[in-house]
């Protein structure tokens, strides 16, 4: 490593959650017009904007492609915890946003603000499932990983990094930039290979997608692993490595972002009433307990 980060360097946000207050103002809900959205929440910041801004420059430093491997033989062997679904919620609320001045919800309330906005468009119930599950993933802040390791918009490593990928101008002290190997259009891959075939960068989309890939359908699984790629669902920037299947399985990804960037609003779900349907939906596709 370039630098030798302490503990808030290491985890400059002051919550792990603030990225996606700077993915609103990346890309507004076109629904929202302007007096509603600064009702809401003033996402220009300028301090938080500046967290964000220092915790994208260490990701953008450490997020090799060495550095992914690493990860993966590490947190790929699932000897952390086993735990249901309901302990791993439980564990994740652990991450309430006390910085937060509008909301003041726990991490279960916020996933079912996400998956009761899909199942009220009235999708198929596994649709539902992974809106209510697709950022449990972020146990790995629990497991001692740093705020760069866990989230943030995803890209593939191992081949050039787009300009389209937010602060992209971090990735010049990149060991990887300037590796032959790696900082050419398409790296170690071959054209259209297929993202299966791709290193993305690690974090929590990643690591629940490994942990779910037996249970679901294949569209949910494309959700939850590539829900924050937004240099390709939003950019469009990869196209040259996906295969013709991920082209049609991403319209399932562009469909679940709605959902995943505008659903958090300041109402709190009412979890006593809603708990028995979530509780027949994990049944149904899951396991009672889950390796993390």
């Not at 937060?100 to 899909?118: F, R």
């Not at 930039?177 to 891959?189: C, E, H, L, S, W």
């Not at 679901?216 to 196209?239: C, G, K, T, V, W």
Request: glycine share 4%; proline share 5%; hydrophobic share 35%.
């Amino acid at each position: 490593m370039k630098e030798s980060l302490d503990k808030h360097q290491q985890n400059p946000m002051d919550n792990v959650d603030d990225w996606e207050d700077n993915l609103l103002e990346r890309y507004p809900d076109p629904t929202e017009d302007k007096k509603e959205k600064e009702a809401f929440r003033n996402y220009v910041d300028s301090e938080r904007l500046d967290t964000v801004k220092e915790f994208y420059r260490i990701n953008h430093l450490y997020q090799t492609y060495d550095f992914v491997c690493e990860k993966e033989a590490d947190f790929l062997k699932f000897d952390r915890k086993e735990m249901s679904i309901w302990e791993a919620v439980d564990f994740l609320n652990t991450l309430v946003d006390d910085s937060d001045p509008d909301i003041d919800l726990d991490q279960l309330q916020h996933l079912l603000q996400t998956s009761e906005a899909i199942r009220a468009d009235g999708h198929p119930d596994w649709f539902v499932l992974t809106g209510f599950i697709h950022d449990l993933g972020k146990v790995l802040c629990l497991f001692g990983e740093p705020q760069w390791a866990v989230v943030g918009d995803t890209f593939p490593v191992g081949c050039a990094y787009s300009d389209t990928i937010v602060y992209s101008e971090f990735f010049k002290e990149n060991p990887d930039y300037t590796n032959a190997r790696f900082n050419t259009k398409y790296g170690i891959y071959e054209p259209n290979c297929g993202l299966d075939q791709v290193k993305m960068s690690w974090g929590h989309d990643e690591y629940l997608y490994q942990i779910m890939k037996d249970y679901l359908p294949e569209p949910a699984l494309y959700m939850i692993r590539y829900h924050s790629f937004y240099a390709q669902h939003r950019e469009n920037d990869y196209r040259h490595l996906m295969n013709d299947k991920d082209v049609e399985m991403f319209k399932w990804v562009q469909a679940f972002n709605p959902y995943d960037l505008y659903s958090k609003a300041p109402v709190a779900p009412n979890v006593e009433e809603l708990l028995p349907y979530y509780k027949g939906l994990v049944a149904k596709y899951l396991p009672e307990k889950l390796k993390f």
